[in-house]
């Protein structure tokens, strides 16, 4: 149980039953059963103990035979809606004088917008006397202070019923489903904005945040949700399909609950019926925070060797690869050069092939020669000769980007010294806070190299 459900219920039940009544945790974990009121063809699937008992629909089957009969009134509305008629209830607990007039406005409007569609609609009596006037324009709208919601979404519920419009109470709902019909959920507090969520998610209805309601569009906002119930057919075949699995479930809720309960009092504890190790499960276990650390510090530890694997390939290879060509002319570009030249080389040679001019070429030059010890393997430098001849020549093309932006992040990566960081990185980061390899300075500036890199590439 919820720590916060529980202070509010402990003191009451204590102030009930005793001082001594146990501890509500406890108490749960020695349950033989639970029972849930819902029902699992319209429910959330999700893994659940086998002491978890759906009685969905128990309210409806425990009705009155008087409140599933259908009263003369409501029976006359609904058989002379030729074009259809929608139910429209907040049901007992929500009042209705609390509506916004602009809300109840736009909600009239709304429905004035569908002349021959005729509505039901439950208010309390202070707002249809003080809506009276209104109402008089509006022939289409019928308001009741009670209405017999089970006898009109009953199980053989009314053809002409096209949809209801509620709350998304659990009851109102499991009567919807029960009855075929499709919904408009406009769910107020507690758990109704998930059932409004379910209701959607099965294809069987639309919701609209009240919020919503009170803003300048709710009117437009309310018909053309209207006006897609009644249009898509796929609502209504999808809420019947649902009703049909309802109806021939084996085993009604009311037989399921009769039979448990007797079931459980026959023995002492159901203990076979029990989660491996769910009783002693704490908090920590329960919200799988063992599993968030244990795999965060993984990502870190893969994301740390792939930056020493980088580091290591770009700065630490021997010399038999990245050694200085004697026949690389280093003092000016020589862009016929078939083995390795140096990364301002081919800089060099990108800028004449293409004739993007680089900025300050001369000093970064110098910067980046008078420590750069890593080179590009010829293999890689005639590969990138044929980037850069076919960038020359056809012009910029997006799709071989990536390949530009894989030369970028080469060089990117073999520009180990700071100060030649600094110098490709933005303004705003040239500042000598280098405090090792994990520091967001290094890592900003390690990008912003990547960047520029693959910015000059590209152009």
């Given at each position: 149980?919820?720590?916060?459900?529980?202070r509010?219920?402990?003191?009451?039940?204590?102030?009930?039953?005793g001082?001594?009544?146990?501890?509500?945790?406890e108490?749960?974990?020695?349950?033989?059963?639970?029972?849930?009121?819902?029902?699992?063809?319209?429910?959330?699937?999700?893994?659940?103990?086998?002491?978890?008992i759906?009685?969905?629909?128990?309210?409806?089957?425990?009705?009155?035979?008087?409140?599933?009969?259908?009263?003369?009134?409501?029976?006359?509305?609904?058989?002379?809606?030729?074009?259809?008629?929608?139910?429209?209830?907040?049901?007992?607990?929500?009042?209705?004088?609390?509506?916004?007039?602009?809300?109840?406005?736009s909600?009239?409007?709304?429905?004035?917008?569908?002349?021959?569609v005729?509505?039901i609609?439950?208010?309390d009596?202070?707002?249809?006397?003080?809506?009276?006037?209104?109402?008089?324009?509006?022939?289409?709208v019928?308001?009741?202070?009670?209405?017999?919601q089970?006898?009109?979404l009953g199980?053989?519920?009314?053809?002409?019923?096209?949809?209801?419009?509620?709350?998304?109470?659990?009851?109102?709902?499991?009567?919807?489903?029960?009855?075929g019909?499709?919904?408009?959920?406009?769910?107020?507090?507690?758990?109704?904005?998930?059932?409004?969520?379910?209701?959607?998610?099965?294809?069987?209805g639309?919701?609209?945040?009240?919020?919503?309601?009170?803003?300048?569009n709710?009117?437009?906002?309310?018909?053309?949700?209207?006006?897609?119930?009644?249009?898509?057919?796929?609502?209504?075949?999808?809420?019947?399909?649902?009703?049909?699995?309802?109806?021939?479930?084996?085993?009604?809720?009311?037989?399921?609950?009769?039979k448990?309960?007797?079931?459980?009092?026959?023995?002492?504890?159901?203990?076979?019926?029990?989660?491996?190790?769910?009783?002693?499960?704490?908090?920590?276990a329960?919200?799988?925070?063992?599993?968030?650390?244990?795999?965060?510090?993984?990502?870190?530890?893969?994301l740390?060797?792939?930056?020493?694997?980088a580091?290591?390939?770009?700065?630490?290879?021997?010399?038999?690869?990245?050694?200085?060509?004697?026949?690389?002319?280093?003092?000016?570009?020589?862009?016929?050069?078939?083995?390795?030249?140096?990364?301002?080389?081919?800089?060099?040679?990108?800028?004449?092939?293409?004739?993007?001019?680089?900025?300050?070429?001369?000093?970064?030059?110098?910067?980046?020669?008078?420590?750069?010890?890593?080179?590009?393997?010829?293999l890689?430098?005639?590969?990138?000769?044929?980037?850069?001849?076919?960038?020359?020549?056809?012009?910029?093309?997006?799709?071989?980007?990536?390949?530009?932006?894989?030369?970028?992040?080469?060089?990117?990566?073999?520009?180990?010294?700071?100060?030649?960081?600094e110098?490709?990185?933005?303004?705003?980061?040239?500042?000598?806070?280098?405090?090792?390899?994990?520091?967001?300075?290094?890592?900003?500036?390690?990008?912003?190299?990547?960047?520029?890199?693959?910015?000059?590439?590209?152009?």
């Amino acid at each position: 149980m919820h720590d916060h459900w529980k202070r509010l219920q402990e003191p009451v039940i204590r102030a009930e039953f005793g001082a001594d009544f146990p501890d509500l945790n406890e108490l749960v974990k020695k349950s033989s059963l639970v029972f849930i009121n819902s029902n699992p063809f319209f429910d959330m699937p999700r893994p659940i103990s086998n002491k978890i008992i759906y009685i969905g629909g128990l309210v409806h089957d425990s009705a009155s035979p008087d409140s599933k009969i259908l009263d003369k009134r409501t029976k006359n509305i609904l058989d002379g809606a030729k074009e259809g008629a929608i139910l429209f209830s907040f049901g007992s607990i929500a009042d209705t004088s609390k509506l916004k007039n602009h809300m109840r406005n736009s909600i009239i409007n709304a429905f004035r917008h569908f002349p021959k569609v005729q509505f039901i609609w439950k208010l309390d009596k202070e707002t249809i006397k003080n809506l009276s006037e209104l109402l008089k324009s509006v022939p289409n709208v019928h308001t009741f202070t009670w209405i017999r919601q089970a006898a009109i979404l009953g199980e053989t519920s009314h053809p002409n019923l096209k949809a209801f419009i509620t709350h998304c109470g659990q009851n109102s709902l499991t009567e919807s489903f029960r009855a075929g019909v499709p919904v408009i959920g406009l769910p107020l507090f507690a758990d109704q904005f998930y059932n409004a969520d379910l209701a959607q998610k099965h294809g069987i209805g639309l919701q609209i945040p009240v919020n919503e309601l009170n803003g300048a569009n709710a009117e437009n906002l309310l018909i053309e949700t209207i006006e897609r119930i009644l249009a898509d057919r796929s609502f209504r075949q999808k809420a019947q399909i649902i009703a049909k699995k309802v109806q021939i479930t084996p085993f009604d809720p009311k037989e399921r609950l009769v039979k448990w309960v007797e079931f459980a009092a026959e023995f002492d504890n159901l203990s076979e019926l029990d989660l491996p190790g769910a009783n002693e499960m704490n908090w920590f276990a329960y919200y799988s925070i063992d599993v968030i650390l244990f795999s965060t510090v993984i990502m870190l530890i893969l994301l740390w060797l792939v930056w020493k694997v980088a580091n290591g390939y770009c700065c630490k290879v021997s010399d038999f690869f990245w050694g200085h060509p004697p026949d690389c002319n280093l003092a000016g570009c020589n862009c016929d050069c078939a083995k390795c030249i140096s990364v301002v080389d081919k800089g060099c040679c990108m800028a004449e092939k293409t004739g993007v001019g680089l900025c300050s070429k001369k000093r970064k030059r110098s910067l980046l020669e008078q420590d750069f010890k890593y080179k590009y393997t010829p293999l890689f430098c005639r590969f990138l000769d044929k980037i850069v001849d076919f960038r020359a020549k056809h012009g910029p093309k997006p799709f071989y980007y990536p390949a530009y932006f894989l030369m970028g992040v080469g060089i990117g990566l073999c520009i180990k010294d700071e100060q030649k960081r600094e110098l490709y990185a933005p303004s705003l980061w040239r500042r000598r806070l280098y405090d090792g390899p994990f520091s967001m300075h290094t890592w900003m500036l390690n990008i912003s190299a990547i960047y520029q890199c693959t910015k000059v590439i590209i152009n």
